[in-house]
């Protein structure tokens, strides 16, 4: 790779007045923790103590402190090759790391900036190494790290696919952050048995911060997975997509894992109209899906990524922007690829979007249809789960490196990741009854007819409860009750209710969420996440409850009904708030591990 050798015009000074950046330190820490980015006390510490516009002295101090990226360098065709990362992104990677007072650490791709956050977490009895291939970048984070009295950080220069003598402890590394994209895991075996690793992984060109814990040689998920951006690994371990362009068309596919087709054939395909299949799968305007992107990448063979040249006449319409290419598959001489419509404004004025699949070719139809049926498989099956769960395997001696064994498995040049998808059912029942003719199934509109009598003998009755999960940016939003409720006081817990009258419970959990936070959830918007079956300590009456999570929703939370509920909040589920409901905690746990049912009580 070809590396600029300018060194940028310097605009502040390390030794910046005090005050000058302490206030905006202090303020972005704060900004970070109201986001749920910084979740513990350390992270947070750490965040309010280094200084990092000693580390991005070509910008101004207000501009180290806002919450984005800072570049430091550019290759000669002006492409970023180093820089600070955006403030959210390294809290959110500190906190998946769990980085304890006294761990040995290494940084893949330097900086400075990060492995002073890691030196804090660390603190004296801890060690920390940065890598990085560059030398600017190393000799740069050498010079920054010694002017902020981090001088006992290790900064050392080399190839992160083949680690230098020294770097590894015997007994393993407690924590690896990777800051650079990267498309493999090659290192596994320099992390200690229950150590934590944390990469921006690419599958497919989608690039996730994951946290992994290492268990029995391989990686292990359990974190919410973080969409992210990073500048690309050099050296061995960097890693290009096979890209191929049809024929005189403008239109470019690019494969990253798996064996790359031909499209030649597919040149008359735009010249035609395209076919529509709709899905009645829909998103807001400002509703992430990131989970969607990913899941037919490992549901569809040929899977691949369309961009299109802005000015091309290529009669693909409605194209993707440039840095978030096209889901597509090639079928023989026709093509399919995901796309969006605009339905309406939507509540907050961003719109509202169906997800439809355009097709090309003769036989687009079909390529369409096949993609569509994985969108509403995941609507159905997976949108309601927390996050899908992915393990890395080293690739043993021998291992075929070349194909994937079955479907969401990535085989990579040193592992093979694969992914599980927790199903939880029943996310779009109303949408598959809407388009089963659509797809060519078929289903019975009419239930049958059930007399049900008042119990008379030893059937019980239960109290029946609906319970609101929401989670948003892997934060779930719990209320704080009102110190003299009747019920839980001074306590966090869901929003919840007990149903009314003759009302079903999907429609309790529409009135209770409006009620309690302001919400609008339409009915077919909410899918059954859980059941809780709980017997209380010396009570006769059982109760069953119902945790619903909303697809999407309307509004912010506001405090509706004081006397009950103080606050709203969302709380990161891996770190719930002291004191919780109990049986509230039990129920989170079981949805993020997929779990339909739990009993609580019963002896």
């Not at 939880?424 to 388009?435: D, E, M, S």
Request: proline share 8%; aromatic share 6%; hydrophobic share 40%.
């Amino acid at each position: 790779m070809t590396r600029s050798t300018e060194r940028p015009a310097v605009t502040t000074s390390p030794t910046t007045d005090l005050d000058e950046a302490t206030a905006p330190r202090h303020q972005l820490a704060g900004q970070l923790a109201a986001a749920g980015h910084i979740r513990t006390p350390a992270v947070h510490r750490a965040l309010r103590t280094v200084p990092r516009h000693a580390f991005a002295p070509e910008v101004p101090v207000h501009k180290a402190y806002a919450n984005d990226i800072v570049a430091t360098r550019h290759s000669d065709e002006g492409r970023i090759t180093s820089s600070v990362s955006a403030p959210w992104l390294q809290a959110d990677m500190l906190e998946a790391a769990r980085v304890q007072p006294g761990h040995r650490v290494l940084e893949i791709g330097s900086g400075g900036c990060n492995a002073a956050l890691i030196a804090e977490l660390v603190g004296p009895t801890g060690h920390v190494t940065t890598l990085d291939i560059d030398p600017a970048v190393t000799d740069r984070a050498t010079r920054f790290l010694a002017q902020t009295g981090y001088d006992h950080v290790h900064v050392v220069t080399a190839d992160a696919e083949h680690l230098p003598t020294g770097i590894v402890p015997a007994d393993g590394l407690d924590a690896i952050l990777v800051t650079v994209d990267t498309w493999d895991l090659p290192r596994i075996d320099a992390l200690a048995e229950g150590g934590r690793l944390v990469a921006p992984l690419r599958l497919h060109g989608y690039a996730w911060a994951i946290g992994f814990s290492k268990r029995d040689g391989a990686l292990h998920s359990d974190e919410p997975l973080i969409v992210c951006g990073f500048v690309s690994m050099q050296g061995e371990g960097a890693r290009n997509a096979t890209r191929r362009t049809v024929p005189g068309t403008g239109i470019h596919l690019s494969w990253e894992d798996g064996a790359p087709l031909s499209v030649d054939q597919l040149a008359p395909s735009p010249t035609r109209e395209p076919t529509v299949t709709q899905t009645h799968v829909t998103v807001g305007g400002q509703e992430p899906f990131d989970a969607l992107t990913l899941y037919p990448a490992g549901a569809l063979p040929g899977f691949c990524r369309l961009s299109v040249d802005p000015d091309g006449e290529n009669g693909v319409l409605n194209p993707p922007p440039k840095h978030w290419p096209g889901a597509a598959i090639v079928r023989g001489t026709s093509l399919a690829r995901l796309a969006t419509k605009r339905i309406g404004d939507g509540d907050d004025g961003n719109g509202r979007y169906e997800f439809v699949v355009h097709g090309y070719g003769p036989h687009g139809h079909l390529a369409a249809q096949e993609m569509a049926e994985q969108v509403l498989h995941w609507q159905r099956n997976h949108r309601a789960a927390l996050c899908p769960r992915i393990t890395v395997h080293p690739l043993a001696d021998g291992d075929p490196a070349s194909t994937a064994d079955g479907a969401h498995v990535f085989v990579k040049k040193h592992t093979r990741v694969a992914i599980d998808w927790p199903i939880i059912p029943g996310t779009a029942a109303l949408h598959a009854h809407h388009n089963a003719d659509q797809l060519g199934g078929r289903h019975d509109a009419a239930l049958p007819l059930v007399e049900v009598r008042e119990p008379r003998d030893h059937r019980s009755r239960s109290i029946v409860g609906a319970h609101l999960v929401l989670i948003r940016d892997g934060a779930v939003l719990l209320g704080k009750r009102h110190p003299n409720s009747a019920f839980a006081p001074s306590t966090w817990h869901l929003p919840a209710g007990h149903r009314e009258d003759m009302e079903a419970a999907v429609t309790c959990m529409v009135r209770e969420a409006e009620e309690e936070t302001g919400l609008r959830i339409p009915e077919g918007d909410l899918s059954l996440v859980h059941v809780l079956d709980l017997l209380d300590p010396g009570s006769t009456i059982p109760r069953i409850g119902l945790f619903f999570a909303p697809s999407r929703w309307e509004g912010e939370p506001l405090v509706r009904e004081p006397e009950c509920c103080t606050e709203w909040r969302f709380w990161p589920l891996d770190d719930l708030p002291e004191p919780t409901v109990e049986y509230t905690r039990v129920a989170l746990d079981a949805i993020s591990r997929g779990s339909l049912y739990a009993p609580m009580g019963w002896s």
